[in-house]
């Protein structure tokens, strides 16, 4: 079993930064790869970033890519998201989940476990 427990949502200003974190119990992130998404609402969730199997590569939709990043401390048994220059449409619940077999990273279906998700508010 993985329990999964997102913190750092809040509300930011356009433009600025946050960073959410993803810690861990139960098996370590060390053993499978984690995901971030996202869903606004009246909308479907969406893919946001993701480790590779293996923690060799990472994957970020493109909506994101350039401004967020996906990192881990095996150590404190935490991945991270850390989100920069914020848009307004980047509001969003954000929620942290692990994947123990194969599959798309992208494809929430995928994944097993998951986080009971942050909030993330960006006003314009």
């Known amino acids: 079993q993985v329990q999964l427990v997102e913190s750092g949502g809040g509300l930011v200003q356009a433009g600025g930064s946050l960073r959410l974190s993803c810690a861990a119990s139960?098996?370590?992130?060390?053993?499978?790869?984690v995901g971030w998404f996202r869903q606004a609402p009246g909308r479907e969730r969406e893919f946001v970033a993701a480790f590779s199997w293996g923690f060799s590569n990472t994957y970020y939709a493109d909506s994101v890519k350039g401004r967020f990043t996906i990192s881990r401390d095996n150590a404190k048994n935490t991945v991270y998201l850390q989100m920069n220059s914020l848009k307004p449409e980047d509001t969003a619940v954000y929620f942290c989940?692990?994947?123990?077999?194969?599959?798309?990273?992208?494809?929430?279906?995928?994944?097993?476990?998951w986080g009971q998700g942050t909030q993330v508010t960006v006003s314009s």
């Open positions: 139960g098996r370590t992130f060390s053993t499978y790869p």
């Open positions: 989940a692990v994947r123990t077999g194969g599959g798309t990273f992208s494809d929430s279906r995928q994944y097993n476990y």
